[in-house]
């Protein structure tokens, strides 16, 4: 069930550069929440900025669901100034999330960037016993790995575009890397990042028939499907030419799109 409530900051503290923890109270959206789904946060009270903006649920701990977030702009400098019992007027959960793997088949975890903050509460849910989380960041200093948000219980293997920390290259170099040692395949690919990454991961999922779902981070207004802010192009394969990313989204099965048009 969606909810739209005015939710405690918990704590909103930086963890990386430029990269900020928000913990929200709301037992309400951490009961209701899956790995993938996102909220809409009104980052303050006035006509400026106008629009919530989307986040995705990196956590839910005790009453609290848990956002990672890089300061990119206003709406997030703004966010990066709120205090401890300050509060916000958040709407989720949201969105549909990620499937699960077929039983007793491991699953590979990929994560471009910011797009590492699904993938933590998904990494949680399932277990470092049945994943494998890779992640790339341009370099060393913007590395966000899982004991930032307190989760310890989930290994992550990262790629540096730069090699200042794991392999150099790319996550999806890293991915082939995994890919080549793994016996059986995996039972499927999450993906979550800029379009460039996920390209490049759903190509070769797609090219060894593995399933693959990525979660999409379009520009969005309203979240709820009624603006056609978030729409993307759909591959045909189903009766549909767009998707609404906010509702029928933001997790994809990699075959539903029209990755020429994205
Ligand atoms: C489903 C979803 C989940 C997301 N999860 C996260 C997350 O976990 N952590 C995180 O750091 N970021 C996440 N984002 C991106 C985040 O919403 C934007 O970084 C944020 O809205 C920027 O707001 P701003 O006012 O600071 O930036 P602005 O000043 O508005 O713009 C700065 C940059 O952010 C982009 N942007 C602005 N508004 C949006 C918007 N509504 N949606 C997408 N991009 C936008 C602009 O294109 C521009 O490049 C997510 C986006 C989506 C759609
Ligand atoms: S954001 Fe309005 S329809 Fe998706």
């Not at 005015?6 to 900020?20: E, G, M």
């Not at 986040?55 to 702009?73: E, P, T």
């Not at 960037?113 to 933590?120: E, W």
């Amino acid at each position: 069930m969606i909810t739209e409530q005015t939710s405690q900051i918990a704590f909103n503290k930086q963890v990386a550069s430029r990269v900020f923890l928000m913990g929200l109270k709301s037992p309400e959206m951490r009961a209701a929440a899956v790995p993938g789904q996102f909220v809409m946060i009104r980052v303050r009270q006035a006509m400026d900025p106008l629009l919530r903006r989307p986040f995705s649920i990196c956590r839910a701990d005790g009453d609290l669901i848990l956002v990672l977030y890089r300061v990119v702009g206003r709406g997030t400098e703004i966010l990066s100034e709120m205090r401890q019992g300050d509060s916000l007027d958040v709407m989720g959960p949201l969105g549909r999330g990620f499937g699960h793997p077929p039983d007793g088949r491991r699953a590979i975890l990929t994560a471009g960037g910011m797009g590492i903050a699904p993938l933590l509460f998904l990494g949680d849910s399932v277990g470092f016993l049945g994943c494998n989380l890779l992640a790339g960041f341009a370099s060393s200093d913007q590395v966000i790995g899982p004991d930032r948000v307190g989760l310890l219980n989930v290994e992550m293997s990262v790629a540096t575009d730069d090699g200042t920390l794991g392999r150099q290259g790319t996550v999806a170099d890293l991915m082939e890397e995994h890919l080549s040692h793994m016996d059986p395949e995996p039972g499927m690919v999450f993906a979550c990042g800029p379009i460039p990454m996920l390209k490049a991961i759903a190509a070769i999922a797609m090219r060894r028939d593995i399933p693959c779902q990525v979660s999409l981070e379009t520009t969005m207004a309203c979240g709820l499907g009624a603006c056609q802010g978030c729409a993307v192009k759909a591959s045909g394969r189903r009766d549909r030419s767009y998707w609404h990313v906010c509702r029928e989204g933001p997790v994809f099965d990699a075959r539903d799109l029209d990755w020429g048009a994205l």
